[in-house]
């Protein structure tokens, strides 16, 4: 191998360490939501929702068959409005994107 494939290599293998996406959980009042889908099943509601954090306003996108849970109950977007959350989220593309959502129970 000489030595300008090897650098490529390399440079090939670390670009793909940094695309692995970290989980980050992120905690604040939900201000708005937004439905694109919703079948009225588990995990059957698309769409954003609006996230007051502690400094600002996040907006996060809720794939089709995001876990939205209250304890052991399935919960659905629209009733989020007005809740303490925390969701799992990922930033892929510069766009945050919820992995699971968790609905205080106060």
Do not use: W
Not at 23 to 44: D, F, H, N, S
Not at 71 to 89: C, E, I, M, N, S
């Amino acid at each position: 191998m000489n030595s300008t494939a090897a650098i490529l290599l390399g440079a090939a293998l670390a670009a793909s360490a940094f695309t692995a996406h970290a989980q980050e959980r992120i905690e604040g009042k939900v201000t708005a939501t937004r439905l694109t889908v919703c079948t009225m099943k588990p995990g059957g509601c698309e769409g954003t929702l609006t996230l007051q954090g502690k400094n600002e306003e996040i907006t996060i996108k809720v794939p089709l068959g995001t876990p939205i849970t209250k304890g052991k109950d399935t919960v659905y977007l629209p009733a989020l409005r007005g809740k303490t959350v925390a969701v799992t989220q990922v930033t892929e593309k510069g766009e945050r994107i919820a992995r699971a959502i968790e609905v205080a129970s106060h």
